[in-house]
């Protein structure tokens, strides 16, 4: 499985960005899928799920009422939508699939899989 995550930029305080992020392969084994982001300095920290049939979603409370993770089966594609962005919302981007737990959308089975990263800066 490859998974190929775009949309990145630079984009204002207060601005709307929409990543996607794409699989390939044995796509058939994907079931959670999951945006994560990694600021400067900091550890990585998990931002939305969602379930292998998009009926369960989560979102950590920094992005929450902000933040919305969709997905399209038939693409093969989840989308991370982000409005009111903030400074301290940039940060490297990344999306990952797990094979396991497809209606558990909070697990701490690891992801099996990651995109390559999409930088996301936010100006004040």
């Known amino acids: 499985v490859q998974l190929q995550a775009s949309g990145g930029g630079l984009v204002q305080a207060g601005g709307s960005l929409r990543l996607s992020c794409t699989a390939s392969?044995?796509?058939?084994?994907?079931?959670?899928m999951g945006w994560f982001r990694q600021a400067p300095g900091k550890d990585r920290e998990q931002i939305t799920a969602?379930?292998?049939?998009?009926?369960?979603?989560y979102v950590a409370g920094s992005a929450e009422g902000r933040f919305t993770i969709s997905r399209d089966n038939a693409k093969n594609t989840v989308y991370l939508q982000m409005d009111n962005l903030k400074p301290e919302d940039t940060a490297v981007y990344y999306c990952?699939?797990?094979?396991?737990?497809?209606?558990?959308?909070?697990?701490?089975?690891?992801?099996?899989?990651w995109g390559q990263g999409t930088l996301v800066t936010v100006s004040s």
């Open positions: 990952a699939a797990r094979e396991s737990l497809p209606n558990v959308v909070l697990a701490s089975t690891p992801y099996d899989y």
């Open positions: 392969g044995n796509i058939f084994s994907i079931n959670t």
């Open positions: 969602i379930t292998a049939n998009g009926d369960g979603t």
